[in-house]
């Protein structure tokens, strides 16, 4: 066999369970942070969730410095990096806490390239370049989907190329993960279906990516059965602690997973968030059901595994049998969460296509999708979506 070469890690140490966020200032000594700088959005700064966390850190007046930037914005752009990066030069900080969801980690992990080398146009971001001793970076996810906390890229919307870019380098990788499902406690059920199908996503195209990475397989197998048991759950009760904690843990599995690669659904969705403001969860539910139907017409069989990881009796049926039964499966559960299928509902129309279309074949997830697929076939993707 013609093996290509490759690396893979799983490194990042992950503190997982409900109020596991108590012990983050211990673990913050550990690291030498004393003046942390946590980033979030204005939205998470509301939350319970925030409050949880400034009770770990103790109040500011109680002589603890720690410092705040909630300028992230959803989709973030790259002036979040640079108005984050600010904070931290003058807070004198020593170390980041990114706080919340995809948007916030993001922003966290990639503020630390901007403390390095100040003068940097993320545009001109080169993997080749130094990023040895990044700042520490502790991730704490309130939403269950993005896998963001353990992975190696930060996804940033650059204004030269107004695209989403994904910013990847080791380096990235945070130093300490905390899954904690009190955190997720009040995450509502429209955004808990939305990034659990995004973490659903993930380990549905990692796994049929035609890459040999038999790690990343299982894991991504097993991210699909915590999701099906775990996500019907923690959307009709929030308060559900053992769904919240399975869901965390089934979205880092599938970022892990997807250091093998992504496919067609992410390359249709990113500039779904770009072009019409879409959150990305959301974007990949309205589209995945569609990618997996063109997929299996070119592939059959291709999600006979992903049944079976979903519990459904699909040993026996033939290829078209196995694929129709899990695409049928995958779509009525993104429905029963609440998510009813079609882009116009929000705000997409066939005079988007061209450029939705030009965008997404440049993206290049699909150039891992099990299939090929040709701009022609993204453009019909898309208005089968509609
Ligand atoms: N780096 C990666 O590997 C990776 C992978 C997938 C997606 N992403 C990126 O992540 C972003 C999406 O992240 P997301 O889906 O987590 O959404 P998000 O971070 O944009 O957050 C969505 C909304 O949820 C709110 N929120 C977050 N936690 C909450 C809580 N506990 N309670 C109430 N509200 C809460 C936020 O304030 C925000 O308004 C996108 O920009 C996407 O491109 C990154
Ligand atoms: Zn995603």
Same mark, same amino acid.
């Given at each position: ?55 770990? !850190? ?19 752009? +790259? ?11 003058? %807070? ?7 706080? /919340?969801?995809?948007?916030? !980690? ?45 992975? #190696? ?24 993960? &905390? =899954? ?6 009040? =995450? ?7 990034? %659990? &199908? ?14 040999? *990475? ?6 991504? @197998?097993? %991210? ?6 775990? @996500?019907? *759950? ?10 919240? %904690? ?16 992504? /496919? ?10 770009? !072009? ?16 997996? +139907? ?6 059959? /069989? $291709?999600? #006979? ?21 899990? &695409? ?6 993104? &429905?029963? @969460?609440?998510?009813?299928? /079609? !882009? ?9 296509? +061209?450029?939705?279309? +030009? ?6 997830? *699909? ?10 076939? $993204? ?8």
């Amino acid at each position: 066999m013609n093996q290509p070469i490759t690396t893979f890690s799983f490194p990042t140490t992950t503190l997982f369970g409900a109020g596991s966020i108590a012990e983050l200032t211990a673990r913050l000594r550990q690291m030498n942070v004393n003046r942390p700088l946590v980033v979030t959005d204005p939205g998470v700064v509301k939350t319970e969730a925030f409050n949880l966390l400034k009770q770990a !850190l103790g109040e500011k007046t109680q002589g603890h410095a720690w410092y705040l930037y909630s300028g992230v914005h959803p989709n973030p752009v +790259e002036n979040d990096v640079v108005e984050g990066a600010a904070a931290y030069r003058d %807070g004198r900080c020593d170390g980041v806490i990114a706080f /919340g969801g995809g948007s916030a !980690l993001d922003v966290g992990k990639a503020i630390r390239l901007l403390i390095k080398r100040p003068d940097l146009q993320l545009d001109k971001f080169n993997y080749q370049d130094d990023w040895s001793n990044l700042a520490p970076c502790v991730c704490i996810p309130t939403t269950a989907g993005t896998g963001s906390e353990v992975g #190696r890229s930060s996804v940033i919307t650059l204004p030269a190329t107004k695209r989403k870019a994904v910013l990847f380098h080791p380096a990235l990788l945070a130093k300490l993960v &905390i =899954l904690d499902a009190e955190l997720t406690r009040g =995450l509502p059920p429209r955004l808990t279906a939305a990034t %659990g &199908i995004d973490a659903l996503t993930h380990c549905i195209e990692s796994f049929t990516c035609p890459v040999f *990475h038999p790690m990343c397989d299982g894991i991504a @197998l097993e %991210g699909i059965h915590l999701t099906v048991d775990a @996500l019907p *759950h923690a959307y009709h009760d929030g308060n559900d602690l053992d769904a919240r %904690g399975k869901m965390l843990m089934a979205a880092a599995m599938g970022a892990v997973a997807f250091q093998k690669d992504l /496919g067609t659904t992410h390359s249709l969705a990113h500039p779904l968030s770009t !072009l019409c403001g879409l959150h990305h969860g959301t974007a990949n539910a309205l589209c995945l059901p569609f990618v997996m +139907e063109l997929n299996a017409e070119r592939k059959p /069989g $291709l999600y #006979r595994r992903v049944g079976l990881a979903c519990d459904l009796d699909v040993v026996k049926a033939t290829d078209a049998e196995a694929d129709l039964v899990t &695409i049928n499966f995958i779509r009525q559960f993104i &429905i029963d @969460l609440g998510l009813h299928l /079609g !882009l116009r509902a929000y705000g997409v129309s066939e005079t988007l296509l +061209e450029a939705l279309t +030009e965008q997404a074949f440049q993206d290049p997830c *699909h150039r891992t999708n099990p299939v090929p697929v040709t701009a022609a076939d $993204l453009r019909a993707l898309y208005l089968a979506a509609l």
